[in-house]
Each structure stands twice: as structure tokens, then as C-alpha cells.
């Protein structure tokens, strides 16, 4: 069994900072891509951010400048820094790892940014 273990999230005011943690742990031995999504009431869900094995990254273009993905390949744990919290920025983050078969999601964790 693989879980995906998540914390950081919480409730916060515009402007604000929370930081994001999601830790991979059983029978993994390769993840290619660790990264975050996220949903709002009635909206679609967003990859927020992305990092390979390598270090590459990719941001939505809503969190580009203020958001910032990192990786510790060791852990297999993936962190999203969020600054600048805006009210949009409210909703259910999931993690999410990539292995070559499968793909492991997390439990989600709910962001809420106040006005």
C-alpha cells in the first residue's frame, strides 16, 4: 500500500503564507513527478505546480511569482510554498505522485484564504 501523507493546510488571511507538505511513503522505489492540484466549489481542477526527479518545474500561471514547488527525492516528499495568498487561492489542494504504472493521490487539504 502507497499513501500519500499531506499537511500545511489551513486557513489564512490575503497576503498570508502556508506551506504545503505531502510525503510518499511504502513500496516506492521510482517517482518520475510529484506535484499539486487543486479544486474550488464549482470550478475545474488545476495543476497548481509540478517537479520531476530532476528538479524540473512548471507552474500555473496564477501561482507563477508566488508559489514555489520543491522536492526532496529521498523523502519522497514534495512541499508547495504559498505567499501572497489571494481569496481565489481557496480551495482543496491534492498531491499527487507519478510512478511508471501508477498514479497516487493524496487526501486533499483544505486551503482558505480570508479577505
Known amino acids: 500500500q502507497v499513501q500519500l501523507v499531506e499537511s500545511g493546510g489551513g486557513l489564512v488571511q490575503a497576503g498570508g503564507s502556508l506551506r504545503l507538505s505531502c510525503a510518499a511513503s511504502g513500496s516506492i522505489f521510482v517517482i518520475n513527478v510529484m506535484g499539486w492540484y487543486r479544486q474550488a466549489p464549482g470550478k475545474q481542477r488545476e495543476l497548481v505546480a509540478s517537479?520531476?526527479?530532476?528538479?524540473?518545474?512548471n507552474y500555473a500561471d496564477s501561482v507563477k511569482g508566488r508559489f514555489t514547488i520543491s522536492r526532496d527525492n529521498a523523502k519522497n516528499t514534495v512541499y508547495l510554498q504559498m505567499n501572497s495568498l489571494k481569496p481565489e487561492d481557496t480551495a482543496v489542494y491534492s498531491c499527487?505522485?507519478?510512478?511508471?504504472?501508477?498514479?497516487?493521490w493524496g487526501q486533499g487539504t483544505q486551503v482558505t484564504v480570508s479577505s
Open positions: 517537479i520531476t526527479s530532476t528538479g524540473s518545474t
Open positions: 499527487y505522485a507519478e510512478a511508471p504504472l501508477f498514479l497516487y
